[in-house]
């Protein structure tokens, strides 16, 4: 069992990452169970494989439960969803007091978080992750946000969990694909700042995604172990510290939406190619060599992730997805700051990033 603190002075919270945590539940939730009910967000991939089995353990501890089921996938991240949501929570008497529970992968955290965020002016709420992209990084944090026409996460607020809770043995239940794509993420941690991180990704790596589970214990203690450093040093994004994050998402995002944020292509698999072009583009920008792309190449391909964009089935150019960068949140003045990479494990903010310039790049890479 691991503890790790997200440091936020009064807004402070523990990651618990546990394997079996989900046995104990009602206990490990005892101290947000006052009012002797909860209300979940989850979805009904999430519903069909574990609802029986959470309602149970909190009925025998005297708890009542009620859950709102979303439709899986990212399609669910939008206003009718979040008002949907919002309504039900408001119907259910949902309190300030409360803890709204988040029971599901990214897509469900985003949207819980965000409507427990402006129900009644900001609900508490704990997020148990049960896909591997969100017990390695989107749980931890405090982003929410739904999708709108214009891009994706664009709407949305920092609202940060009270508690997050991680049974890594629910990985199980999850598809190869998506536990691929959550991978993506991991890969992401040693790019950004840990050479050696990304040398036991590729030592190691495959044993995590065929269910090693010390490999995935070590995998998502780094990871939110970094994110939580990451986070209490830059917790809005503000100095260029928590943007580091973002590694591989300005080219993944834009991948996305050309995709239309759906099965095509997933947010995981778009951040794995993005971090690929990410790293293409430093070395065709000259600051990143040539044969630390390869490695990068190799070890995604090697786990079944999209690694060059000519690979994804879409039709489009690079002024198209130059676009689609021009909402970037990191957007100021006009001007979209990108991660860029000098090696691996050193990924830095560049402001002097010329949008036609990227579009040209994209060109040359889609042609391949
Ligand atoms: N997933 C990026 C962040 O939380 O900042």
Request: glycine share 10%.
């Amino acid at each position: 069992m691991e503890i790790i603190n997200v440091a936020l002075g009064g807004r402070s919270y523990n990651v618990h990452i546990e394997n079996g945590a989900l046995g104990n539940i009602a206990a490990l939730l005892a101290p947000y169970t006052a009012q002797k009910r909860l209300l979940f967000i989850t979805d009904e991939n999430v519903h069909r494989l574990y609802w029986k089995n959470i309602a149970d353990k909190f009925l025998s501890a005297g708890v009542r439960v009620e859950a709102y089921i979303l439709p899986a996938g990212e399609s669910s991240k939008n206003w009718q969803k979040l008002e949907g949501i919002c309504d039900w929570l408001l119907q259910h008497g949902a309190e300030r007091t409360d803890h709204i529970v988040a029971l599901g992968g990214g897509v469900v955290g985003d949207i819980a978080g965000f409507a427990s965020a402006i129900v009644k002016r900001g609900c508490n709420f704990v997020q148990i992750p049960t896909s591997l992209l969100a017990q390695v990084d989107s749980s931890v944090g405090g982003k929410t946000a739904i999708n709108s026409r214009s891009g994706k996460n664009l709407i949305g607020v920092f609202h940060q969990p009270a508690f997050v809770l991680i049974d890594p043995d629910m990985l199980d239940s999850l598809p190869p694909r998506e536990l691929r794509a959550g991978y993506a993420e991991v890969v992401k941690y040693g790019l950004i700042d840990s050479a050696e991180f990304f040398d036991w990704c590729e030592s190691d790596g495959a044993a995590l995604l065929s269910g090693d589970s010390d490999a995935r214990i070590k995998a998502i203690s780094h990871s939110i172990s970094a994110k939580a450093q990451i986070v209490s040093d830059d917790e809005r994004e503000l100095n260029g510290r928590r943007a580091l994050l973002n590694l591989g998402h300005t080219f993944g995002h834009a991948l996305e939406a050309e995709t239309g944020f759906g099965d095509t292509l997933l947010h995981g698999e778009a951040v794995a190619a993005g971090m690929v072009l990410a790293a293409r583009y430093s070395a065709y920008r000259g600051h990143f060599p040539a044969q630390e792309v390869g490695r990068i190449v190799n070890h995604l391909e090697t786990t079944g992730l999209p690694a060059r964009v000519s690979a994804i089935d879409m039709q489009t150019t690079g002024k198209a997805l130059a676009e689609h960068m021009q909402h970037d949140k990191k957007a100021a003045q006009g001007n979209v700051p990108f991660l860029l990479m000098n090696a691996i494990g050193d990924t830095f903010l560049a402001s002097d990033v010329d949008l036609d310039d990227v579009a040209a790049f994209l060109d040359s890479e889609l042609a391949q």
